[in-house]
């Protein structure tokens, strides 16, 4: 959870300091988040080999809901990873035209994934516990 919240300070301090055309500030932020985000996708991957998924413990409208978010936050999570890999190849390249038209698209789905992947870590293992 502190690594997807990172992730998404991150990825919002890096759309601020873009918008002020401070590139530099911009650049640290961005690696900030692809860091935190790798470092999440190791752990999670991990925890998941060692032991396993867990289940939701709400019923009802809260287990359609939590089931809503979790199916869309996987999904653009594997949407994300080659697009967030081709902005650091165009950033890396000095193609900046088309990786600010990429992050454009890029830049939601990003901070959506890790802004769903805190609210799904809250409510399966805050909220409602897990079985």
Do not use: C
């Amino acid at each position: 959870a502190g690594l997807n919240a990172t992730s998404a300070v991150a990825l919002f301090l890096g759309l601020y300091f873009i918008k002020r055309k401070d590139r530099a500030r911009h650049q640290r932020a961005m690696l900030s988040a692809v860091g935190a985000s790798a470092l999440f996708l190791v752990f999670y991957l991990t925890r998941v080999a060692l032991t396993g998924t867990h289940e939701f413990a709400g019923t009802g409208l809260a287990r359609l809901s939590y089931l809503a978010i979790l199916l869309t936050h996987m999904v653009l999570a594997v949407v994300v990873v080659p697009l967030v890999l081709r902005l650091l190849y165009l950033a890396r390249a000095e193609r900046f035209a088309e990786h600010a038209r990429l992050a454009r698209w890029t830049f939601p789905i990003w901070a959506y994934v890790s802004v769903t992947g805190l609210v799904v870590y809250l409510l399966l293992y805050q909220v409602y516990g897990y079985v």
